[in-house]
Every structure is written in C-alpha cells, then in structure tokens.
C-alpha cells in the first residue's frame, strides 16, 4: 500500500500508479534506479487496489541527519560558473516537478518522486565542516555556490538555520559566495549579506519560474510565490547586494510567453543581471514531468512534449555539456534571441557582474578561537 515505495500499473501508459498529494509537485514515486526489485500493485477483484489510492492523505516532510563527512561538492562542468558548493540540504520541500536534483536522491536509496520532496536531509555539522576545510593549507579560494543542488532557504531552514551558519563562517573568512533561491527566506539574513555585499564577496540570485499565481502553485507548490520573490530582490537592492534574476527553467507552451515580462518585472524591482535555462528532463524527471502534463493540462500535453523534442534532436533530453542548459534547435534559438534582446533593451547585460565579479582577494583564515590569548602567553617566556 502508498508506503513510499513504487507502485507499477499495467493501466497508466507511464506504469506508475498514481500518488498525487495536496501541496506535493510529484505526483509518482519512481522506484530507486539501482534497485533490482519494484513492488507492484495488484487488483484482488474486491475493490481493494481503487479504495488504497483513493483520497490519499497529505504527506509529511521527514527529516534526517546527514552524516556528511565534507561540506564542500566539487565539479568540473565546463557549463557550470563554478567549481565548489555547498548544500546544507539533500532533497527539497519546494515540491518543484521539474528540479533538476531530484535524480540526486537515487543516490541515497529514495526515489526522485515524493520522496525527493518528502523525505528530506539535512547536514546539522555543515558550517564545522566547511570551516575546517576553508582552514586547509593550499586551499585557494573562489566563489563558492549555495543552492547548486537543492534551495538553502526551502522551509526548513526557517528553524534549522544551517546555511545562516555557512554564511557566517564565509562572511568570518571573507569568502565569496553565490546564492540561488526560490525564496523570500533570503531576507532573514539580510544582515550578513549586505555587510559582504560592501566587501563585493556575495551575489544573490532569485529563481522566478512564472509570475502567474496559479501556475506557481501547480509548478512549485511550496516556493514562496512570485511577487514575494520579486519583492525580495527590491529588498535585496535596496540593502546594496547585487540581486540577478533567473528565468528559469523555460517550458515550451507552459510558462514561455512570459519570459519578458519576468525579465521587465525583475529589472523594475533592481535586478542587475538575468539569465535562463531551457527545461531539462534528465532519467526520472522525463516521467515525472509527463504525469504532471497529464494531470495539470491534458489539453496541451502533446504539444508541450513535442516542442520538448524540438529542442532535443528528437529526444526528451540531451545531456551534453553546451546544450543541456539552452538546447538546439528553431524553438530554443528563438528563445535565446528573445533573451538576448530583452536583457539588452532592459541594461541586464551591463548593470552588474558574474561570478567572476566577486572578490577572491580578501580571502583571509581567522585566527581560532583562544590563539591570541595563548600567543600573548607564550610571550612571558
């Protein structure tokens, strides 16, 4: 019965029996990909199987202690702007259907489907730890990116202040840092932030995906909502920290047409600078994204998967560096243009920097607690 694990039927073209719960993006719980058994449910004839699914009940957020042994996460993606992060979190209550992270939970033995967004992780030693290897000799230092896999201000955060206290231990090592968020949460650590915005060490960027309420709540169900978004980059300019929005991702025929208007929308609350990215569908998002059509707009499901298709040589996804990110194609030229010139009409392009902007220079390793004190002493002999 609905327990968390897969569930196959013959009678749904995706084989998944499906799960959808209030407040929950996943309607599917995909069984783990480097598992060699699934469970399947079966009819007994008694009614059984329809009465299990039916009204099912609002699923809880469960949390874990992640024994992390690191808090820092490399790579070397020639697409990607940096080389380290940090993700105080595994897994992400924003219930976003298209998240991009959600194969990351395969990895831990939980599916991608509700489980991502349900059964969450969460790092309560992630500040020791980057401390302790910010103090590494050799380490040299660039901006490191919070929120590369999973939002570091999702609603959790809101008591377990785990990325409060990465930002704590950058901001004491004079360290950059990047930030990507779908939420207003930002804000509570606005105090931080504008005192490393004066060092030039920080650089937030918001996520806003569509500015149609209703849409949001289908797409992102547990996101703050678009104007609140919006209203965290005006505070974010306001305080003097460099706020970028991001448009993304871009879904054929679901949130396209309001690419400019997002763009106009951010510029306006002082953003200074935007980017996009083209829906990705990677291993079990491609379902998962499928049943979310399904259920959500049936009248246009055909003609968003087959624009999808445009833009991926036929395919559902590609996943090469280069073109994961914007795709090929007629549709995803025609975006990349419209991008181009509305940062260009909208001064996007010229009113702040990069990554690249921020300044690595000051990268300074403190002194522990108590060295001074024993320093002081070990002068009396």
Known sequence: MPDGSSYLSPDLGHGLQPLARKGRG????????????????????WGTLEAAFADLPPLPTTLTKDSAKSALAWNQSPDIGFDRAV????????????CYARPSHAYLGLSPGLDFETQLLFKPEVAALLEKELRKPGYDPKPIALGSNTDPYQPVER????????????????HPVTIVTKSAGVLRDLDILSAMAKRNLVRVCLSITTLDARLARIMEPRAASPERRLAAVRALAAAGIPAAVLAAPMIPAVND????????????????????????????IKQLFEDWLARHMPDRAARVLSLIRQTRGGAMYDS???????GTGAYADLLAQRFAVASRRLGLERRGGGVGALDCSQ??????PGAVHKAAQLTLF
Request: aromatic share 8%.
């Open 26 to 45: 996943a309607g599917l719980n995909p069984a783990v990909r480097f598992e060699h058994t699934a469970r399947e449910a079966f009819d007994d004839g």
């Open 87 to 98: 993700n105080p979190y595994r897994g992400c209550e924003h219930g976003c259907v298209y």
């Open 159 to 174: 008591t377990l202040k785990l990325t409060r206290g990465v930002l704590e231990v950058l901001d004491r090592f004079n």
């Open 257 to 284: 047409a309001e690419l400019e208007t997002i763009l106009d929308r951010a510029a306006a609350a002082g953003a200074t600078s935007a980017g996009y990215v083209l829906l990705r569908l990677p291993l079990e």
């Open 320 to 326: 090469r560096f280069g073109v994961r990110q914007k």
């Open 363 to 368: 990268f300074r390793v403190p002194d522990l």
